[in-house]
């Protein structure tokens, strides 16, 4: 049997497991995700992440590959060297838990089994430097648009890290109108500048997908809502890419999908950046991570500062 990663990207809802060779190339047909609920007890919480192993497990199985490693990306506050959640705001019922002794005591793997973790936006970056359209840029960034506000770069073609391997410049806190950026450039930010410009009353239902949806049949307000939400996303980042001299910027998420409604805003508030070189939307929104889970296995990318 041939040897593979599993591969595990731990959301607050779902855990998507994939699989990868040695040298880094994705198994497209060993893919799957479990649902998980980050608000859980302890035990549905470990339990989620048992069965995401045994599912992955039992696909490599059936397709005569047998499991050399796990690599993991989550989110944080997190001990990635340690394999040790931090998160309050989720997770919380396995504040403090070795995640790596807690993987390595189940039933597929063993004491000795390779087990990494990774911030789940430094591996998207890491996966868009590898594989994506970072390739060739050492000094580059990545915001990712969702739920929240994700930022992570690299100086000289390698991940900047904090002390416990979180990106080392985070932007969602920064201090923005009455509140953070995130409150504006995220999920809810969309929603809130949509109702704001069209002057509609909160729809429950409605999502950024609909904003979208309505730009590309040239809705107005759906279009001036990616543009708003562009000038204020260049805003924050122009400082951010100036002081690290950033030559590549990608934007990821779900949201990045709909990147040509805010390009225009976006590339004009960042005209004046001497340094930046290109601004586009990530090559493999869906499978960047998993491409920098593996490489972060292979190569150990990431720099602590």
């Given at each position: 049997?041939?040897?593979s990663?599993?591969?595990l990207d731990?959301?607050?809802?779902?855990?998507?497991?994939?699989a990868a060779?040695?040298?880094g190339?994705?198994?497209h047909g060993i893919?799957g995700?479990?649902?998980?609920?980050?608000l859980?007890?302890?035990?549905?919480?470990?339990?989620a992440f048992?069965e995401?192993?045994?599912?992955?497990?039992?696909?490599l199985?059936?397709n005569?590959r047998?499991?050399?490693?796990?690599?993991?990306c989550?989110?944080?506050?997190?001990d990635y060297g340690?394999?040790i959640?931090?998160?309050?705001?989720?997770?919380?019922s396995?504040?403090?838990?070795?995640?790596?002794?807690?993987?390595?005591?189940?039933?597929?793997?063993g004491?000795?089994m390779?087990?990494?973790?990774i911030?789940?936006?430094?591996?998207?970056?890491?996966?868009?430097?590898?594989r994506?359209n970072a390739a060739g840029?050492?000094d580059?960034?990545?915001?990712?648009?969702?739920?929240g506000l994700?930022f992570a770069?690299?100086r000289a073609g390698?991940?900047?890290?904090?002390?416990?391997g979180s990106?080392?410049?985070?932007?969602y806190?920064?201090p923005?109108r009455?509140?953070?950026?995130?409150d504006y450039?995220s999920?809810?930010?969309?929603?809130k500048?949509y109702?704001?410009?069209?002057?509609?009353?909160a729809d429950?239902s409605l999502?950024?997908?609909?904003?979208?949806?309505?730009a590309?049949?040239?809705?107005p307000a759906?279009?001036?809502t990616?543009?708003?939400?562009?000038e204020?996303?260049?805003?924050?980042?122009?400082?951010k890419?100036?002081?690290?001299r950033?030559?590549?910027?990608?934007?990821?998420?779900?949201?990045?999908?709909?990147?040509?409604?805010?390009?225009?805003?976006l590339?004009?508030?960042l005209?004046?950046v001497s340094?930046l070189?290109?601004v586009m939307?990530?090559?493999?929104?869906?499978e960047?991570?998993?491409?920098g889970?593996?490489?972060?296995?292979?190569?150990?990318?990431v720099?602590l500062v």
């Amino acid at each position: 049997m041939t040897e593979s990663y599993l591969l595990l990207d731990i959301g607050g809802t779902f855990i998507k497991f994939g699989a990868a060779s040695l040298d880094g190339e994705l198994l497209h047909g060993i893919s799957g995700s479990v649902p998980v609920d980050s608000l859980g007890s302890a035990r549905e919480v470990t339990g989620a992440f048992a069965e995401a192993v045994r599912s992955g497990t039992e696909a490599l199985g059936k397709n005569d590959r047998m499991l050399a490693g796990i690599g993991i990306c989550i989110p944080g506050p997190f001990d990635y060297g340690k394999g040790i959640p931090l998160m309050k705001h989720k997770f919380l019922s396995i504040y403090g838990m070795s995640l790596k002794d807690f993987f390595r005591s189940l039933p597929q793997t063993g004491p000795d089994m390779p087990v990494g973790f990774i911030h789940d936006v430094n591996a998207a970056l890491l996966g868009e430097m590898s594989r994506g359209n970072a390739a060739g840029y050492p000094d580059s960034a990545l915001v990712t648009l969702g739920t929240g506000l994700g930022f992570a770069f690299s100086r000289a073609g390698r991940i900047m890290v904090n002390e416990k391997g979180s990106p080392l410049c985070p932007i969602y806190s920064i201090p923005y109108r009455d509140g953070i950026l995130e409150d504006y450039v995220s999920k809810r930010g969309f929603l809130k500048a949509y109702r704001e410009i069209s002057g509609k009353s909160a729809d429950p239902s409605l999502t950024v997908a609909d904003i979208g949806a309505m730009a590309a049949e040239g809705d107005p307000a759906a279009l001036e809502t990616f543009l708003s939400v562009g000038e204020i996303l260049a805003s924050a980042l122009k400082p951010k890419l100036v002081e690290n001299r950033i030559g590549c910027l990608l934007l990821g998420g779900q949201i990045s999908r709909s990147f040509r409604f805010m390009e225009r805003a976006l590339k004009a508030g960042l005209s004046g950046v001497s340094c930046l070189k290109t601004v586009m939307p990530a090559k493999n929104i869906g499978e960047a991570a998993f491409y920098g889970i593996v490489e972060e296995m292979k190569n150990n990318c990431v720099v602590l500062v």
